[in-house]
């Protein structure tokens, strides 16, 4: 047919011949790229390590070591631990089907766009001037800082995840950590009572002075930190402790064991020790950026002092009021499930004061 076309036009052959060499190119630009990243970068990480001594399950196409980690994962589901025991760190995160993530995605996305919508029509009649005002009056605008409706719907679902469901948990453990040591919970309603008395709501002066709870929070992260693990992307060759790194290699900070390191934090590293933090949280460790709960660094979290006010103010209501000790119920089994959760949930037996 490009041949006739040829005879008749006399522009169809390298139009044709055009379309062709593209095609190969595109092509061929994808098979590279596809082969890099499956074969050549993983195989080419894998023999850096492995020359410097340090190897681990040999790489498969694909899948890479997800068969391990998903086998490993299944064993320490079903293990559950001594209330008194803190070694979470041998459990690990469920898996989920992509179906379900894409229909929760859709769903969270709704809700989002709902109330993004609902305070667009307030913004036009003057509304709040709060976050998502600053980046709706952001997708108003033009140039390289205009965000994009996705990108708000993004920066939306990393707050609210990270601001609420982090708080939760902290929350939560420290209920259980109290629950479970009942001369420190009353060593911090004594604080409580002293620093917060009355039934108004604890102000940031009266906060300000606990500072047993302050340490009774920090011990809670280090010992069941919301972020267990955090996941860092190796953008040039680069050199830790020793061992060189190339780039391209995905690395996991693992919080949850640097927080019970006894070179680090002593010999009483897997005990609740919340005095361990009373000259300050850089004079807790060896070294003074030990406590990794909030990370460190220009990416360490931004909502870091909020959510100690947050923590500090529940437990100073939840003390001046309730003596609470963890129901027999309850299973020492923490998960680690994006955040570090009670996998059957934190049952407790709360008395109302006086
Ligand atoms: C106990 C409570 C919290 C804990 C343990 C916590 C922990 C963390 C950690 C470890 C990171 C760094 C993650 C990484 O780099 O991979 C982070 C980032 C972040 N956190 Fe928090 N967080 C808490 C509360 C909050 C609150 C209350 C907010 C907001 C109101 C918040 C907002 C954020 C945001 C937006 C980031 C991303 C910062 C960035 O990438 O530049 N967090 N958080």
Redesign the pocket.
Known sequence: MAIMASASTGQAVPVAVAVAVAAVVVVSTWLWKTVARLVWRPYVVAAAFRKQGITGPAYRLYVGSDGEANAMRAAGRGETLDARCHDIVPRFIPTKTNVRRWELEKKVRGTLMAMIRERQADAKEGGARDLLGLMLEANDGGGATRLTMDEIVD?CK??FF???E??A??LTWSIFLLGTKPQWQDRLRDEVLRECAGDSLPDADSLSKLKLMTMVIYET?RLY???SQ???MVTADTELAGVRIPKGTMTLIP?AILHREVEVWGEDAGEFNPLRFRDGVNKAAAHAGAL????LG???????D???L??KATLAMILRRFTFEVSPEYVHAPLDFITLQPQCGLPVVLKLLN
């Open positions: 920066e990393t707050f990270a601001g609420h982090s708080t948990h902290l992260l930190g919301a972020v955090m996941a860092r919080v990794l709960a909030f990370s220009q990416r360490s979290c931004i909502g870091q909020f959510a100690m947050e923590a």
